[in-house]
């Protein structure tokens, strides 16, 4: 039983059946790659995953409670964070607030007026941002406007704002997609440190074959909206079907 | 039924004027994504175009009549326009008769002109800028614009009226089969009806028929892309904005009989344009067409007495609570697209 | 000092120090002499400064924070006057009770109008509160008159019960709004040589009020919920994945400045016992989110720069008369007098609209920051000037 159980997943635009029958079960502290051609259905699927769309049949199951019909801020709180494919963060804040707003939303909920409170006060959050900070190699950057920052210092710092909340589950949308291939690596080598630092579960949602063999446990295949194969890295590797997806676009 | 007819009726010129005013709107918002709140001084500089023509032909010189004499026996003073001692005391006189249909011709270069300037020199520099900003640099110019005609004008209505050959009212009973008497209508609101039926009507050919039209649809579908093809997309958004500045000038001529113009009628329609473009659907041309003649009519029957003893102060705030309504059942208004200003 | 930082603490002494000897500072010319036409000390102005100051720091609070444009805050200063003219009417002439419930009237209409609204964001909130707020005014001069008393203003009479003061005073008159029996309208005048200068009880009750509406505004920006609200302006769709309801968020910050303009619109009817419909029109929301704009949205002094600013100036503008002009350029050549007055005119006593719609339009097009933006701007020169190109940018270029 995984911690994230999609069962089923059936979802119609008009005339385009964008994910059919898809069944995919991620098992807790493993690393998890979704990959597939232009038009598999990764996105689509991810969207479910996040309560954005609504599948038409089918059941998403993760830590034992659906999450169908939930908004994103409900399904956060269930404990999945999000990463974007750009950098999704505070650009208004320092780099120190973005990472204490999810502090916040983890111990408060998603709604708390705490209008004349002190935020000296949190001491407990202060430390914990903090640390967070010196896990991704930040502190330096604390009180940076975060906007001004290049894209690699983004994309970390919205890694830090997932990891702070301790998620369960970690999502990643294409996580190195219009990056240079140094920004990539050294996205991989964040994303490794990660694991190794602490227990979590990641899904990836991966374009590029090189970061999908260098970090993923396990794969599935989307092709046409439907699972081709879901395998260890090195068994896809060989696969014909998965060659045969693939033809035309990387083969 | 008749009294049906005649709030439908009554309706018209007033969804006419809405429909014109949010028309220029859209097209502003829909081609530039730029919120206009200076659109509203427009019309009311375009009635003002009215009242500066009717000034001009006015325009006389004294001259003393010997053989009459005045209440105080003093030589009478005679007041003759320009106009008629050049054309002749008939034609000069209904040429002045006509000065309000004639101010359509004097409102056009005008009014673009005065578009091209405010895109030129203002609204070009808010294109990157937050709707907010636009929304407030616009509500400033809007202020300049209505302070500087009230400086020229004065504060108090001017009266223009229509010629003299609209100035009676047609009996649509009469027409319909109906009692005479029970449904007239001022000739003028036809006219204004049949106007802005013109003018939406040219608009919206233009739009579809042009190759202009074409493209500048196309960029207000897909900006960037339009712009990837080697188009200048600036250029012809310009003119969109000369074009716009003339349908709202064009709407507040005509709108000069109607209602005389005084220099905050401006706003008093924005405010309403606005409610009725959101209504429509932000960035939909036909939507502001539909959602302008809607409101208009929907107010004129809310004015009703049956129905105003039904729900008092209705006719008050017809408008606003449909807007309200629309706004939280369909986001995106009668017939907007996806993606307008959303967050 | 009162939970505040070191640098807040210091901007709030300012302003206690400015709102407290504000009838010395504002009245620097000598009676009588040419220049007294540009003091600002009396009773009646100074209260306007400070009332609009409130009802400007409160819209910032909605707008500064979270980037939500209200276009019809006035309905909310507005309802705040009604309600506290039917306290005089039917309680008494305490204001103290009269501003309480024109607090608790604007929160709770601002919560009504606000759940709907916030519904929506951008262009379509702003048209929502625009069409809320015109509503208002509508009805407040149609159905509700009972309420209202419609284009004649709420008035206090001779008739009303004021079960807990009195109908009719001593003297047979109306009687005045007091706080517990001191009359606020009371003023002491001190004559120091050619000075003049007023101390007002209504314009220290106003302060006050200013003092603690300032106070908390502060603290509100300095607390994880301001900062909230800053993340909501920033990026509300990162603000949703990250597990917050972005909703009762925006909410509470309507509410709460909504409640400001209440006790705006409070003071208000307390300074000057009636209430008119005109004082929720649209064009009256356009005035404080100018003052706001103009002093500088989302900080914590720009609104009461704001409000502070465009009330002396419209105040001056529209006394000077042609006159006057004359008799300032009186020293030049007839000609070149009359020229100059000429240019003038257009700007000066009625048209100090004008001249406001283009320092509005000078001010977002090149000073979007506001008023502190520009004495930023302005202390970052001096102080290139003196430290001879010290780095003082702190954000590193992308």
Same mark, same amino acid.
């Given at each position: 039983m995984g911690i994230l159980e999609v069962k089923g997943v059936n979802k119609r635009f008009g005339g385009l059946?964008?994910? @059919?029958n898809v069944n995919l079960s991620v098992k807790e502290n493993t690393v998890h790659a979704i990959i597939g051609p232009n038009g598999a259905g990764k996105s689509t699927l991810l969207n479910v995953l996040v309560g954005k769309l609504i599948p038409d049949t089918g059941s998403v199951m993760f830590d034992g409670q659906s999450?169908?019909?939930?908004k994103p801020y409900q399904i956060n709180q269930m404990g999945i964070s999000r990463v974007f494919q750009t950098p999704e963060i505070f650009g208004d804040l320092t780099v120190f607030e973005n990472v204490m707003i999810p502090c916040f939303a983890k111990r408060d @909920?998603?709604?708390?007026?705490?209008?004349?409170?002190?935020?000296? @006060?949190?001491k407990d959050l202060i430390e914990k941002a903090e640390q967070m900070l010196i896990d991704v190699n930040m502190i330096d950057k604390r009180n940076m406007h975060s906007a001004s920052m290049s894209r690699g210092d983004k994309r970390r710092l919205e890694m830090a704002m997932c990891l702070v909340q301790e998620p369960k589950l970690l999502l990643l949308d294409e996580p190195t997609a219009g990056m240079a291939r140094a920004d990539t690596n050294n996205t991989i080598d964040l994303l490794k440190e990660i694991k190794a630092k602490r227990d979590i579960t990641m899904a990836i949602i991966e374009h590029d074959m090189h970061v999908v063999f260098s970090l993923a446990d396990r794969i599935t295949v989307l092709a046409l909206g439907t699972p081709l194969v879901e395998d260890a890295p090195e068994n896809i590797k060989g696969n014909p079907k998965v060659r045969e997806a693939y033809l035309g676009e990387s083969a | 039924m008749d009294a049906i007819i005649l709030q439908i009726l009554n309706g018209l010129d007033k969804g006419s004027a809405y429909a014109l005013i949010a028309l220029g709107l859209t097209l502003i918002f829909g081609t530039l994504g730029v919120v206009n709140f200076a659109h509203g001084a427009l019309f009311m500089i375009g009635s003002f175009c009215a009242v500066t023509l009717s000034k001009i032909l006015n325009l006389s010189f004294e001259t003393i009549d010997p053989t009459r004499t005045d209440f105080l026996g003093n030589p009478a003073k005679i007041k003759t326009p320009y106009i008629e001692s050049w054309f002749g005391p008939e034609t000069g006189a209904a040429i002045i008769d006509w000065a309000v249909p004639l101010s359509i011709l004097f409102s056009i270069p005008i009014m673009i002109s005065i578009g091209f300037i405010m895109e030129r020199g203002l609204i070009k520099h808010f294109y990157k800028r937050p709707h907010a900003d636009q929304i407030l640099v616009t509500f400033g110019l809007a202020i300049v614009l209505q302070e500087v005609i009230k400086y020229f004008y004065g504060a108090n209505p001017i009266p223009t009226p229509a010629p003299d050959a609209f100035r009676g009212s047609f009996d649509f009973g009469a027409l319909l089969g109906i009692d005479p008497n029970v449904i007239i209508y001022p000739y003028w609101r036809l006219v204004y009806f049949a106007f802005s039926a013109v003018i939406i009507g040219g608009v919206f050919a233009f739009l579809q028929f042009t190759t202009f039209g074409m493209v500048v649809r196309a960029g207000m579908a897909d900006r960037e892309t339009v712009g990837l093809l080697g188009i200048n997309i600036d250029k012809r958004f310009t003119i969109m904005f000369g074009l716009a500045a003339a349908v709202a000038g064009l709407a507040g001529v005509m709108y000069a009989p109607i209602n005389s113009p005084n220099y905050h009628m401006g706003m008093d329609f924005l405010v309403l344009s606005f409610v009725v473009v959101v209504v429509g659907g932000m960035g939909s041309l036909p939507g502001a067409v539909l959602a302008g003649f809607m409101l208009g009519i929907l107010e004129s029957f809310s004015s009703m007495n049956e129905i105003k003893s039904l729900f008092p102060g209705i006719d008050q705030i017809i408008i606003y609570l449909v807007a309200i309504i629309i706004l939280l059942t369909r986001p995106r208004g009668l017939m907007g697209r996806k993606g307008v200003m959303e967050d | 000092m009162l939970g505040l930082t070191k640098k807040d603490a210091t901007l709030l002494l300012v302003v206690a120090v400015l709102a407290l000897c504000a009838p010395f500072i504002l009245n620097p010319f000598p009676e009588g002499s040419a220049m007294a036409q540009f003091n600002a000390g009396y009773p009646d102005l100074m209260q306007r400064f400070v009332i609009f100051g409130i009802f400007a720091i409160g819209f910032n609070i909605l707008f500064g924070l979270t980037g939500y444009l209200s276009f019809g805050h006035a309905a909310f200063l507005g309802v705040g006057s009604y309600s506290a003219v039917w306290m005089f009417k039917l309680l008494s002439m305490n204001v103290i009770p009269a501003i309480m419930l024109s607090v608790i009237v604007s929160g709770l209409f601002a919560l009504l109008i606000g759940f709907v609204s916030l519904r929506r964001s951008g262009i379509y909130f702003s048209i929502l509160t625009l069409a809320f707020a015109q509503m208002s005014f509508n009805l407040a001069y149609s159905v509700l008159t009972p309420i209202t008393?419609?284009?004649t203003g709420l008035q206090l009479t001779?008739?009303?019960?004021?079960v807990l003061g009195q109908s009719v005073s001593e003297t047979g008159g109306i009687p005045v709004t007091s706080l517990f029996g001191i009359e606020l309208r009371s003023t002491y005048q001190m004559d120091l040589g050619a000075w003049l200068f007023q101390f007002n009880v209504g314009y220290y009750l106003c302060a006050v009020m200013l003092l603690l509406a300032f106070y908390l505004a502060i603290r509100i920006f300095r607390s994880p919920f301001g900062m909230m609200l800053r993340a909501i302006k920033s990026n509300q769709h990162r603000v949703n994945y990250t597990g917050l309801n972005p909703r009762p968020y925006t909410l509470a910050a309507f509410v709460i400045s909504g409640m400001y303009a209440g006790l705006a619109g409070g003071l208000m009817a307390s300074m000057d016992p009636l209430a008119g419909a005109e004082r929720m029109q649209w064009t009256a929301s356009g005035e404080v989110v100018l003052m706001t704009i103009l002093g500088g949205a989302g900080t914590l002094i720009g609104p009461v720069l704001g409000a502070g600013f465009i009330k002396y100036f419209e105040n001056i503008f529209s006394k000077i008369n042609d006159n006057v002009l004359h008799g300032w350029f009186s020293l030049l050549p007839d000609g070149l007098e009359n020229l100059i007055v000429g240019v003038l005119h257009p700007f000066i006593g009625k048209g100090w609209h004008l001249t406001l719609g283009i320092l509005f339009m000078l001010v977002v097009i090149f000073l979007p920051g506001g008023l502190v933006e520009g004495g930023q701007r302005i202390a970052r020169l001096f102080r290139r000037g003196k430290a001879d190109q010290t780095d003082t940018t702190t954000k590193p270029a992308e």
């Open positions: 059946q964008a994910l @059919g999450v169908l019909g939930r @909920g998603a709604f708390k007026l705490n209008a004349v409170g002190d935020m000296l @006060g949190q | - | 008393n419609g284009e001779l008739q009303d019960p004021r």
